[in-house]
C-alpha cells in the first residue's frame, strides 16, 4: 500500500502564494515520478507538474512560470509552490506517484486531494 498525503491547500486571494506538500516514505520517493494533477468542478483531471528519479520537471502551459514542483528525498517529500495563483486555479490538487517497482511493473498511487481556493 502506497500512502500519499497532501497537505498545505487553503484559501488565498488572487497574487497570493501557496506551498502544497505531499508526504510519503523514503523508497516511494526514490523511485518514483512524483507529481501534482488538479480538478475544478465540472472538469476533468489536468497534469500540472511532476518530478522524476533524476530531478527533472515538467509543467503544464498554465503553470509554467508561477509553479514550482520540488523533491526531498530525506524528508520525503514533495512540494508545489504555487505563486502568482489566479481564481481559475481553484480546484483540489492531488499528489501522484507512478512507482517503478522493477523492468515492466509500475503502479499508479494518489492522494485523497486538498483544496485550494483562490479568490478575485
Known amino acids: 500500500q502506497v500512502q500519499l498525503v497532501e497537505s498545505g491547500g487553503g484559501l488565498v486571494q488572487a497574487g497570493g502564494s501557496l506551498r502544497l506538500s505531499c508526504t510519503t516514505t523514503?523508497?516511494?520517493?526514490?523511485?518514483?515520478?512524483l507529481g501534482w494533477y488538479r480538478q475544478a468542478p465540472g472538469k476533468q483531471r489536468e497534469f500540472i507538474a511532476n518530478?522524476?528519479?533524476?530531478?527533472?520537471?515538467n509543467y503544464s502551459l498554465s503553470v509554467r512560470g508561477r509553479f514550482t514542483v520540488s523533491r526531498d528525498n530525506d524528508n520525503p517529500t514533495v512540494y508545489l509552490e504555487m505563486n502568482s495563483l489566479k481564481p481559475e486555479d481553484t480546484a483540489i490538487y492531488y499528489c501522484?506517484?507512478?512507482?517503478?517497482?522493477?523492468?515492466?511493473?509500475?503502479?499508479?498511487?494518489w492522494g485523497p486531494g486538498t483544496q485550494v481556493t483562490v479568490s478575485a
Open positions: 501522484n506517484a507512478v512507482v517503478f517497482w522493477g523492468v515492466e511493473s509500475t503502479g499508479d498511487y
Open positions: 523514503r523508497t516511494i520517493v526514490r523511485i518514483s515520478t
Open positions: 518530478i522524476d528519479r533524476d530531478g527533472i520537471t
